[in-house]
């Protein structure tokens, strides 16, 4: 079975590949995911807000009591200034690009133009073989139009396919009004790649203490639909390459998730559920399903059920939900 | 040879900088003035950097000075290259050693920043008595008087002892050179080569000790060769002079800095002549030059190396045209015939035949100002007719009059040197900027520049004064400026506080912070203010700096606004190119940290530019409003006439005779002194509260308040005072209230993330909220006015938990502690339960700081005139000196108990018995024996007799008393906890509570055995890598204590119940408390919190140990919190001590991590496996029973 693909101009061994999530924490996870049989690895996201964050909740940790005391100038001992900023992630992506032989990718969300840019170049130069740009934007602000939101990011898009070299993906929320006319735009400013979808960490609340706390569900199949209606839709409509995450559980959503045209497969909730060998469980399944029906190759599969090509095309638009209201019976 | 540099470093860094190069060991302990020197080696060592040999320097903080000197002796002993600092009690703590290492003719270097010694008084200042107290140890003494001299002579010292073989002590000022920033020349790598012979080294080395050339070193010796062989040393006592000497001359030709073994400066034929050495020589210096250009037969000597004392040298130096001497010494010893100084000079000049007026001179105890015209003074004296052969000069000693009378305005200051005085919040960055503005001048242009700061002693709100000098010559000008050429007042409060004109010079451009277009600026300025803005032609600028740093999410720290606004208008350097120099300054020290600090910073400098204002100054006076008194007219006389005088800041005008002559001062003198700090206070809501008293608990600063009260004491209350039902039961139908301190809280906001009851339509709002203070302040003054003098509730009603205690009066209030600080809480509760008879023994630290640091003190007493007894003896000793009031307190006790037998017939038989067999365990217990030692005073006023006279002296004592011994971890982890184990082991009934910060707090954050796994701190810079001490599990181990491991936010009843336990143990008692601090890096609001997550994630378990459990057939251990549920890591990665690990070394941190999780889990297990024995319940080993075991006086077993 031939099972290799083209994913932002890497040719990988196969579409199933860790997404940027914390599995890749150091060295051994990386090593344990490679000998799983990942095609690639994909780094956890590098947060800018976080970055800057923790940039000054360390600067404030350390300055706020400087030069306040007679009996004592500072508080804290002071680091090794180097230590502080980005760097622990250059570190590990370059620590992670010399331990394997697969490609690197490395995913960025930035939040302002300037960082997005000088993170990217550090990326780059680091040695990642691609770069995965994730656009995680919560849109509360309601004197910001959607258009400016696209517009923000397909500068952002614009300005970091200038500054690098290597391929740049695009991570999208579902929440854009017209993502098909949006692909178009981000394909036509050259991007290499996009993921769908982002999935947010949603907020939960508490009753007994009425406080708001953070939440965090690993994914389940319920969440693939979604996914594969809009890479249907997309899918032999743009030049860049496309990727599924969230919701990819058994070898049969990997199945649908490549006819509906993806060209690489993210799992996340699945690998830590299950560990790395989960990744090599789902490829032979997927490679023995993909035989026993008689397909050749993962290109042969990818598509094949998109909205260009499906027999019923309809069913990924509108009229799926008419249909599904109709037969239910409560 | 590579270039040297020009530096703007401290002394403290001048002198580690050469330590740290010609060194291999190092052993330091921190204390104040000292402890930056360590924390340097430490960090260089911790960045690699080498010594001129190549190596890493092994930098290791010990348990105390003792240990420092005992690993530095050892060291030295096995011939490597060692040396450590310190000051004052730490090198007293040396001592023993230093004879060792002297005798045995070893060659060593060690730097000391010379301090006070406590006497009456804690001062960590600077002053002799500490070296003097070592000038018969045998160490060479060498004096430095400036930062140069500190770098150059530390250098010179190093290099003259490895000749020598006589161990030096190279000393300069605490403080005044210790901590003043100026401009030097740094030596090179190459130039300590050039110094240092290497065959000397390899001499050293030959003499360690090894086995593969055995000698034995330290044997006893008998009375017929121990005198002898003491004599043989003397030889290199005679050489060490001229080795010195040589040395220097060595030195001169490398660097052109030429100094002697005495150097003379002044008049070729003087007649009058100063001796001193230290920083204040550098001011008569500058005095004797500016009075000898005037031809004045004035001169100076000073004193560079004091031992070995080269008389020849000495005589030598001194012109022969000298008739008199004024010898000046920075120390006091008390009785003697004079200090230390004077008497050798004395003696040398007697040696060597010449006869001359010799006058000793006290000046500068305790950083003490010594200025150019209190040299002047001295010389004055010289010519009088009738001089004080023993004078004091730079206070007024109205008492035995030795002081000598100054003369104002003699000022010598050149107006070529620009002088700059900047008030400043601790917390607002204001040092840092200024040592900031002094780097970009002293390394980017040919001035000279220095900078000295002044703090107060508090921790919250503290206020800062920056002294800054820059000039076209070297700066000798040792002490504050008196007229300044730029004045700049960070904050706007300060104007209410302080003159902070009184040093502004003619002309002056004066800056301030302050909201407002300028007019309104203006109309808010008091009298005093505006008077001598007109009267001095002061140009008058301001800027809305925190307008500015708010804007530029610079939070806080307005101090690179206030630095931009120097540069622009001080006239220091020119405008554009100050500013580009700011700019590349922030860039350079912001870089590493990350770029949204850098970005940040700018904005600020380009928007303070487009802010500055200059105010127009009208011709005449248009305020109404006068500088407020510092203590209010209702205060004690004590207070009117002493303190108001130190809070204003004119402390140095008191006379001798204000003083208390044994340093006894009185009680409650915080509640006199309103600083109002806080932008924010705590309102509260009487409707949504569910009276817990959460936010009284724990509240740091003793700002707010609950109180029961009968409904009547409403009447006259004023229009908002909030009142509501009391819902509890033990007090029907009264009123309660939540009341706040508005000019006493610090704003620190952890009452209001304590408080439970949440507005359930609106959970943003609680029973308390923080609120802009302006609006409210006039009104809470007055609601808290009536408040206090509401009655307090019935004592003996009251239920012991957590809401109960805080309806008992706090005998520790607003103190200096820092905002937030996580040790406060819980000695007012200490206060609150039992400090009306409790005596409090203080280790030195934090809690000796914000508990005793003049001018105002937080403990107070009740209505009854009763409050806790309180003293600090030593860091070290706290055990023992607590203990030693057990002894007394038992004495007397015993003393009154006997007296009572005695007189039993003549008082009655029942009121005898009742008072000797009287139960006082609780509140009502001691009540009621309250009464009867009332009705034994009114029983022995009608006796006559000498029993019934010496009764009436200790009747008190037959109301039970409650010793407490109090410290941080520092004390009781560390350097005194071998007294800490030898009074747990001696059993008496002791209450000791140890304020666990994990770290030294009060000195900066060094780390202690207390520090947890994975906590950065000094000397950990890399994150400690072993587990705390498990001190609780270690007093366990005795069986006859009680122990008990608290966090007052994670559990407070637990801590309420752990205080009257140990209280009502009958043995010594142990409380280890969590106490959240600043040096733990981050908001200390979200202390509780963090106390919860450290209890549930296992870091700190709760629990309490009961040996009177064990003798009923139970378990003694009983724990308070459940196994580790919460991960440790988020407890963790909350503090910047450990999120600075993850930051560093992400990897390492893991490691640490996992370590720590683990280690947590096997605590935890080894304490459940604790919990579930059942101990022996053999008394005489458990030692409780109450009849047999320590609480019983100790002379009656």
Known sequence: MDMTTRYLGLILEHPIMPGASPLVEDLDAVKRLEDAGAPCIVMPSLFEEQVTREELSVARGLDVHDGAHAEAHTFLPRPDDSALGPHEYLELLRRVRQTVSVPVIASLNGVTPDKWLEYARLIEAAGASALELNIYHVAADADESGESVERRTLEIVRLVKQVVAIPVAVKLSPFFSSLAHFARQLDAQGVDGLVIFNRFYQPDIDTETLEVVPSLRLSDSSELLLRLRWLAILSGRVKASLAITGGIHTSQDAVKAVMAGADAIQTVSAILRHGPSRLGALRDAMSEWMDEHGYESVRQMKGSMSLLRCPDPGAFERANYMRVLQSWRP | MSARKMVTVDGNEAAASVAHRLSEVIAIYPITPSSTMGELADEWSAHARTNIWGSVPQVTEMQSEGGAAGAVHGALQAGAMATTFTASQGLLLMIPNMYKIAGELTAFCMHVSARALATHALSIFGDHSDVMACRQTGFAMLASGSVQEAHDLACIAHAATLRARVPFMHFFDGFRTSHEVAKMEQLTDDDLRFMIDDSLVAAHRRRGLT????????????????????????????????????????????????????????????????????????????????????????????????????????????????????????????????????????????????????????????????????????????????????????????????????????????????????????????????????????????????????????????????????????????????????????????????????????????????????????????????????????????????????????????????????????????????????????????????????????????????HLREVPVPGRVTATRRLPPPVPAGAPVFLQRVTSMMLAGKGDLLPVSAFPVDGSWPLGTTKWEKRAIALQIPAWDDVLCIQCNKCAMVCPHAAIRAKTYPAAGLENAPAGFKSCDYKGHEFPGQKYTIQVAPEDCTGCGLCVMVCPAKDRSNPKHKAIDMQTMAPLRAAEVANYAFFLDLPEPDRTAVKLDVKGSQFLEPLFEYSGACAGCGETPYIK?????????????????????????????????????????????????????????????????????????????????????????????????????????????????????????????????????????????????????????????????????????????????????????????????????????????????????????????????????????????????????????????????????????????????????????????????????????????????????????????????????????????????????????????????????KNEVAGKPLQER
């Not at chain 2, 005095?287 to 020849?312: C, D, M, N």
């Not at chain 2, 950083?367 to 001089?387: N, Y």
């Not at chain 2, 023993?390 to 040197?417: A, C, K, M, N």
């Open chain 2, 211 to 610: 086995p593969d050339h055995p000698v034995l070193r330290g044997t006893a010796q008998n009375p017929d060769v121990f005198f002898q062989a003491r004599e043989a040393c003397n030889r290199f006592y005679l050489a060490c002079p001229d080795i010195v000497a040589e040395t220097m001359e060595r030195f001169a030709t490398l660097t052109g800095r030429r100094y002697g073994l005495f150097d003379y400066v002044g008049h070729p034929e003087a007649e009058r002549v100063i001796v001193m050495m230290g920083s204040g020589a550098e001011t008569a210096h500058e005095t004797i030059e500016y009075l000898a250009q005037r031809e004045e037969k004035v001169g100076l000597l000073k004193v560079r190396l004091f031992r070995p004392f080269s008389i020849e040298a000495f005589v030598a130096a001194l012109p022969s045209t000298v008739t008199s001497i004024a010898v000046m010494d920075r120390t006091k010893e008390p009785g003697g015939v004079g200090e230390p100084l004077y008497l050798d000079v004395v003696a040398a000049l007697q040696e060597s035949g010449r006869n001359m007026r010799v006058l000793g001179g006290r000046y500068g105890l305790g950083s003490k100002e010594f200025t150019p015209a209190m040299v002047k003074a001295a010389l004055d004296e010289l010519r009088a007719g009738q001089p004080r052969r023993h004078f004091t000069v730079g206070i007024l000693d109205d008492v035995t009059h030795t002081s000598l009378p100054i003369e104002s305005g003699f000022d010598i200051e050149s107006d070529d040197v620009v002088r700059a005085i900047f008030f400043g919040l601790g917390s607002d960055g204001t040092v840092s900027a200024n040592k900031n503005s002094i780097k970009i001048i002293g390394e980017g242009t040919d001035r000279w520049v220095q900078g000295y700061f002044v703090y107060d002693s508090r921790k919250s709100g503290s206020v800062t004064v920056s002294h800054l000098r820059f000039g076209p010559r070297p700066i000798r000008s040792e002490y504050l400026i008196g007229k300044a050429s730029f004045i700049a007042c960070h904050q706007s409060i300060f104007l209410d506080r302080f003159d902070v004109l009184e040093h502004a010079a003619q002309g002056a451009v004066f800056l301030l912070n302050a909201p407002g277009t300028p007019e309104e600026v203006w109309d808010r300025l008091p009298v005093e203010i505006q008077e001598q803005i007109i009267l001095k032609g002061i140009r008058f600028h301001t800027i809305d700096a925190s307008r500015v740093a708010a804007e530029t999410g610079m939070g806080g720290r307005i101090n690179s606004i206030m630095q931009t606004g120097f540069f622009a208008i001080s006239g220091v350097l020119p405008r554009q190119e100050a500013i580009d120099r700011i700019k590349s300054a922030i860039r350079k020290t912001y870089e590493k940290k990350g770029d949204e600090i850098v970005q940040r910073n700018f904005a600020a400098v380009d928007l303070t530019l487009e």
């Open chain 2, 829 to 1185: 509760l200490l206060t609150q339960l039992y400090g009306d008879r409790a005596l409090i023994a203080n280790a030195t630290g934090c809690s000796s700081i914000y508990g005793g640091n003049l001018p105002t003190t937080p403990y107070t007493t009740n209505r009854d005139g009763r409050g806790p007894a309180w003293s600090n003896s030593l860091f070290e000793d706290n055990a023992e000196f607590g203990l030693g009031f057990r002894l007394a307190i038992d004495t007397h006790v015993a003393h009154a108990r006997g007296l009572v037998s005695t007189l039993a017939s003549s008082l009655g038989a029942g009121l005898a018995a009742a008072l000797l067999d009287a139960e006082q365990q609780d509140e009502i217990g001691i009540g009621a024996q309250r009464e009867r030692v009332e009705l034994l005073r009114r029983k022995l006023s009608g006796i006559e007799s000498s029993e019934a006279r010496r009764l009436e002296q200790v009747a008190d004592y037959l109301v039970k008393k409650s010793i407490w011994i109090v410290g941080g971890d520092g004390w009781a982890y560390d350097i005194g906890f071998g007294g800490l184990d030898h009074v747990l082991a001696l059993g008496p009934d002791v209450n000791i509570l140890v304020l666990d910060t994990e770290v030294y707090s009060n000195t900066g954050g060094q780390q202690s055995k207390a520090t947890p796994m994975g906590a950065a701190a000094k000397f950990a810079v890399a994150g400690r890598s072993l587990a705390k001490k498990d001190l609780g599990l270690w007093a366990m181990t005795y069986g006859n204590a009680y122990v008990a491991r608290v966090a007052f936010g994670a559990k407070d009843a637990q801590t309420v119940k752990a205080f009257a336990e140990a209280q009502s143990y009958p043995g010594p008692s142990l409380i280890i408390a969590y106490s959240p601090c600043i040096a733990h890096g981050y908001d200390l609001a979200y202390g509780a919190e963090q106390q919860k997550l450290a209890v549930e994630s296992g870091h700190w378990p709760l629990f309490r140990f009961d040996p009177r459990r064990a003798a009923a057939g139970d378990t003694p251990l009983v724990l308070d919190s459940p196994p580790p549920r919460a991960d440790l890591a988020r407890y963790m990665r909350n503090e910047t001590r450990f999120l600075m690990v993850e930051r560093q070394d992400p990897a390492r941190f893991k490691r640490l991590l996992e370590s720590a999780r683990q280690s947590a889990a096997n605590r935890y297990g080894v304490y459940e496996q604790l919990a579930r024995l059942v101990a022996q319940t053999d008394p005489s080993k458990a030692g409780v029973s």
